[in-house]
């Protein structure tokens, strides 16, 4: 699984878990609630969270009663996901490093699969293809 540079030196900062906690991102976070709530159909929908970070979506998702899957390509990010998990009254069915562009679920495994992060970092048209074909697959 590899990773820009870049991209991992950013995020092993560890600033990803507060992001949405500011200004800036809480307008983000609002709108995306806004659209989750919209279109998303009703719990126990099995969702994948792929590129979901420290789950700044996932365990809200959760204690609604959705089973979410939470994979992403940042060990830091799985570790603060793992920590939080112990902590929730509603954990999350799944935490695990992996990568948008190589998927280890069954076919139709999932009936919503989030993509909040990999279509933006990953850089090549073909990286990009690549993981939205796991989706669809």
């Given at each position: 699984?590899?990773?820009?540079?870049?991209?991992?030196?950013?995020?092993?900062?560890?600033?990803?878990?507060?992001?949405?906690?500011?200004?800036?991102?809480?307008?983000?976070?609002?709108?995306?609630?806004d659209?989750?709530?919209?279109?998303?159909?009703?719990?126990?929908?099995?969702?994948?969270?792929?590129?979901?970070?420290?789950?700044?979506?996932?365990?809200?998702?959760?204690?609604?009663?959705?089973?979410?899957h939470?994979?992403?390509?940042?060990?830091?990010?799985?570790?603060?996901?793992?920590?939080?998990?112990?902590?929730v009254?509603?954990?999350?069915?799944?935490i695990?490093?992996?990568?948008?562009?190589?998927?280890?679920?069954?076919?139709?495994?999932?009936?919503?699969?989030?993509?909040?992060?990999?279509?933006?970092h990953?850089?090549?048209?073909?990286?990009r293809?690549?993981?939205?074909?796991?989706?669809t697959?």
């Amino acid at each position: 699984m590899k990773i820009d540079n870049t991209i991992k030196d950013y995020y092993n900062k560890g600033l990803e878990q507060d992001r949405l906690t500011d200004e800036v991102g809480n307008l983000e976070r609002i709108r995306t609630w806004d659209i989750l709530h919209r279109y998303l159909p009703k719990p126990p929908t099995v969702i994948l969270d792929i590129g979901g970070a420290a789950g700044a979506y996932a365990f809200d998702l959760a204690s609604e009663g959705y089973q979410i899957h939470l994979v992403d390509p940042v060990k830091l990010h799985i570790d603060q996901a793992i920590r939080t998990n112990e902590t929730v009254s509603h954990p999350l069915k799944e935490i695990i490093l992996g990568d948008a562009r190589n998927l280890t679920y069954d076919d139709e495994f999932a009936e919503v699969i989030l993509y909040f992060g990999p279509l933006y970092h990953l850089t090549t048209k073909k990286e990009r293809i690549k993981a939205l074909n796991e989706a669809t697959a």
